[in-house]
């Protein structure tokens, strides 16, 4: 997620939002009060929680990756501890801040909403575990589940090289990259072909009608999917035939169909 802070229309000057930390420092503890969040510009931060005393890792987050966004919404406590593991920059966005950027970058809303969607669902799974309501298989999945069966017919090779991604068996198949923020990982995982970190963490999707493909860009994709060399719309279902070429971001594939 690239930052981009306004001021009455403007560009504003970053500086005053730059917050420079040691790798250990300690950006705040648990139950502390808060009004900012934080955007990590470069460096690595790790969130920990206490649990009986002691200290567990939740995430550890990296550039463009964002914490700390719930004692803007709510004004609340700080849930957990963010401490650097590197030297880290980050931005710090207070509430005014924070309402200019949902104004001009809609992929910082739309991974918030996932990210709260996904805590929804987490504590829905805990209140039906103790309540003793059986869920069915297909409730019970989600998105920390491995993939299904992968096709052996239905990929995507990177052009550059590497092993090829094979397409879900059933349902879509999702593109990008992990998510720790959220918590979303995709079926297929760009980031070691990304290293200039084009790829949205969830980018687009692969549907499968049959025996056909479509790709789908998602909400709040940065840097666009191309097929062919033509960028596709948000939204828009794109047909997919042996041979096209796929974009997404700066990361070229290329769809194939093996034939049995």
């Not at 924070?98 to 929804?120: H, P, Q, S, T, Y």
Request: net charge negative; charged share 30%.
């Amino acid at each position: 997620m690239k930052v981009v802070v306004k001021q009455g229309g403007a560009p504003a000057d970053l500086d005053r939002f730059l917050l420079e930390l040691k790798a250990g420092e300690v950006i705040f503890e648990e139950g502390d009060a808060g009004d900012e969040m934080f955007v990590i510009q470069s460096g690595t931060v790790e969130i920990v929680k206490k649990r009986k005393g002691v200290e567990k890792p939740l995430a550890t987050l990296e550039k463009g990756d964002f914490f700390g966004e719930m004692s803007i919404l709510e004004n609340l406590p700080r849930t957990a501890k963010a401490r650097a593991v590197t030297d880290v920059e980050l931005v710090r966005i207070d509430q005014s801040t924070f309402d200019e950027m949902l104004r001009n970058n809609g992929e910082i809303a739309v991974r918030m909403l996932r990210k709260l969607c996904l805590r929804l669902r987490e504590t829905t799974q805990l209140l039906e575990q103790s309540t003793g309501i059986r869920r069915s298989i297909e409730e019970s999945s989600d998105i920390f589940s491995k993939a299904g069966a992968r096709h052996d017919i239905y990929r995507l090779v990177p052009d550059a090289g590497g092993d090829d991604f094979f397409l879900n068996q059933e349902g879509d198949t999702t593109v990008g990259r992990v998510d720790p923020v959220t918590g979303i990982r995709p079926d297929v995982d760009l980031t070691s072909l990304d290293s200039q970190r084009s790829v949205s963490r969830r980018h687009a999707k692969v549907v499968r009608l049959g025996s056909e493909f479509e790709v789908v860009e998602d909400i709040g994709t940065m840097n666009g999917t191309f097929v062919n060399d033509r960028r596709i719309a948000t939204g828009h279902p794109v047909r997919l035939r042996d041979g096209d070429k796929v974009r997404f971001g700066l990361v070229d594939l290329t769809f194939r169909v093996t034939q049995g």
